[in-house]
C-alpha cells in the first residue's frame, strides 16, 4: 500500500517563476492538507481540500492555490516566487470522512524549492 | 491564536538511556495531540495520536502523555537506540471540525553510541 507520494522532491526555481508540486494521497484518504516547513522550523499549514474544494486556508497569500481532483490527488501552485519561499513543501492526507474525523495525519516525503 | 514550544530545542543522551521531550501549548481548547518523527531532509512520520478525552498512548518503546489542562505532552523514549536520533515535533489540533495543525519547532536528538 503506497503511502502519501509528492512531485518533484527536488526543484530549482528562480525568482518571478510559477511552480507547481503535485500530491497523491494514500489510498482511502480523501483530505489533502499541506504544509510549508522553512530550514530548522515546524510545518505552516497552508489549506486543506476535500471534495475538491479548499475548506480551510493558513495565513499564506493568494499566491498560493490549489486544486484537489477527482481521484483525490492534490496539486500546490505558487505564483510569482520569492527567495522565502524556499522550503520543504509536504503534503498529507486523512482516512475517508472528510475533516474533524479522527485519525493520524499522513505525509509524505515533501518536495524541496529553491528559489534563487 | 495556538502556539507550540518544544524545549530543549536539541537533546544528546547516550544509547540505553531513558529519556523524555517537552511539548507545551498555550490554548488548552484542542482535539487531539500528534507526535512525529522527521530525519533530516525527509518527510515526517507519525509516531502517536492522543485524542484529547485520553492521557496517554503507547507504541513499543513510545509513551506519549497528555496534559489537557495544564497544555502540557511528554514523549517518553525508553531505552534509546542510535536509530532514535531524528527530530521529534509535535503538533496540535484544534476543537472539531477544524484539523490544521500548529506546530512546534522540534527536538533534535542524537542518541551517542
Known amino acids: 500500500d503506497a503511502g502519501v507520494t509528492q512531485s518533484p522532491t527536488h526543484l530549482i526555481k528562480t525568482r518571478g517563476q510559477q511552480v507547481t508540486l503535485r500530491c497523491s494521497p494514500k489510498?482511502?484518504?480523501?483530505?489533502v492538507s499541506w504544509y510549508q516547513q522553512a530550514l530548522g522550523q515546524g510545518p505552516q499549514f497552508i489549506f486543506q481540500?476535500?471534495?475538491?474544494?479548499?475548506?480551510q486556508r493558513g495565513n499564506f497569500p493568494d499566491r498560493f492555490s490549489g486544486h484537489q481532483f477527482p481521484n483525490y490527488s492534490s496539486e500546490l501552485n505558487v505564483n510569482a516566487l520569492l527567495l522565502g519561499d524556499s522550503a520543504l513543501y509536504l503534503c498529507?492526507?486523512?482516512?475517508?470522512?472528510?475533516?474533524?474525523?479522527?485519525?493520524?495525519?499522513?505525509f509524505g516525503e515533501g518536495s524541496r524549492l529553491t528559489v534563487l | 491564536k495556538q502556539e507550540v514550544t518544544q524545549i530543549p530545542a536539541a537533546l544528546s543522551v547516550p544509547e540505553g538511556e531513558n529519556l523524555v521531550l517537552n511539548c507545551s501549548f498555550t490554548?488548552?481548547?484542542?482535539?487531539?495531540l500528534q507526535w512525529f518523527r522527521q530525519d533530516p531532509g525527509k518527510g515526517l512520520t507519525s509516531l502517536l495520536l492522543?485524542?484529547?478525552?485520553?492521557r496517554e498512548q503507547t507504541s513499543g518503546r513510545l509513551n506519549a502523555s497528555l496534559d489537557k489542562s495544564s497544555g502540557r505532552s511528554t514523549l517518553y523514549i525508553a531505552a534509546s537506540q542510535p536509530g532514535d536520533s531524528a527530530t521529534y515535533l509535535c503538533?496540535?489540533?484544534?476543537?472539531?471540525?477544524?484539523?490544521?495543525?500548529?506546530f512546534g519547532t522540534g527536538t533534535r536528538l542524537t542518541i551517542i553510541p
Open positions: 498529507a492526507s486523512r482516512p475517508q470522512g472528510g475533516p474533524g474525523i479522527a485519525g493520524e495525519l499522513f
Open positions: 489510498s482511502g484518504h480523501d483530505t
Open positions: 481540500y476535500y471534495e475538491e474544494e479548499e475548506r
Open positions: 490554548d488548552s481548547a484542542i482535539y487531539n
Open positions: 492522543i485524542q484529547s478525552s485520553q
Open positions: 503538533a496540535v489540533s484544534s476543537v472539531f471540525g477544524n484539523e490544521k495543525l500548529t
